[in-house]
């Protein structure tokens, strides 16, 4: 009896004229593709910096913002990227004369506040020296550490010291949630600890800030200045700023996103008082 494919021999097919015509073939074994880990190196690159206290050259290290993978926010805006813990790279330090500031204000300096902070910083300041390919948590922290006292040294605006502070806090909550992945945990408390400190004082400041400076106030503008401050208040359990603000936004502010992020904010509140109760 003829096989079904009887006659491929003819076609220089013959190993398959007597094939089952319904028994699967062998499937070859897919190698599963391993996903691969984005490196923290590969987020970063080198950029030399003109100081514009000293004047002196040197070099810091950036992320690449079109590289790394946004994967979302806390609910007091703390950015969280893929592989990269951006907060560690935010902080500007000139590693001749010790002045550090936040990016976004490191530019911004007067005269004036230049020779504060070559009489109070400069003149006295042993820094560190980072050798590694990335910024390790210990660093990062020293560097904002820096920031705050060159911001303080350098009278500068409310608003930026609060900012430094809530960055801070950022930076050892990414410190803590490191060393806890690891099961790392003797440091944990102090790390809760010491984000709480900032946290605080960051409220402080930017409640200050909010009554005292015009808008936007490190680039947020009203809405947002007081979703943030609505949230660090709610976390402080001052429920009463927490919800004056959130009515304010809910029914003036024009951002749909933060008028979302409002409503689950009130929501919250509203638990919480429950509970409370």
């Not at 076609?11 to 398959?16: I, Q, R, T, Y």
């Not at 007091?76 to 560690?88: N, Q, S, T």
């Not at 504060?116 to 560097?143: F, G, H, M, P």
């Not at 749909?256 to 409370?276: F, G, M, V």
Request: glycine share 6%.
């Amino acid at each position: 009896m003829s096989g079904l494919l009887s006659g491929l021999a003819g076609l220089g097919l013959d190993k398959l004229e007597n094939v089952n015509i319904y028994e699967e073939p062998e499937k070859e074994e897919k190698q599963q593709a391993k996903e691969v880990k984005v490196a923290e190196k590969d987020l970063i690159y080198e950029k030399t910096m003109e100081c514009p206290v000293c004047g002196e050259s040197f070099p810091v290290k950036i992320m690449k913002t079109g590289k790394a993978k946004l994967l979302g926010t806390d609910q007091d805006l703390r950015p969280k990227y893929e592989g990269i813990d951006a907060v560690k790279y935010d902080v500007i330090l000139c590693t001749k004369c010790g002045y550090a500031a936040l990016s976004r204000f490191f530019p911004a300096v007067t005269s004036g506040q230049a020779k504060l902070i070559k009489e109070n910083i400069s003149k006295n300041v042993q820094l560190s020296t980072c050798t590694e390919e990335i910024y390790s948590y210990d660093y990062a922290l020293e560097r904002y550490k820096l920031s705050l006292a060159n911001a303080v040294v350098k009278r500068a605006r409310v608003s930026e010291k609060a900012y430094v502070c809530l960055k801070s806090a950022w930076l050892l909550r990414g410190y803590a949630e490191s060393l806890e992945a690891e099961g790392q945990t003797d440091k944990l408390e102090q790390m809760k600890a010491e984000e709480e400190e900032y946290l605080q004082n960051a409220y402080n400041g930017l409640v200050e800030a909010r009554q005292s400076e015009s808008f936007p106030i490190c680039g947020m503008d009203e809405s947002t200045i007081d979703y943030l401050v609505a949230v660090l208040a709610l976390h402080l359990k001052k429920y009463d700023v927490a919800g004056k603000l959130i009515t304010t936004i809910l029914t003036t502010s024009t951002n749909a996103r933060t008028k979302d992020k409002a409503r689950d904010l009130k929501e919250q509140l509203l638990a919480e008082l429950k509970t409370k109760k």
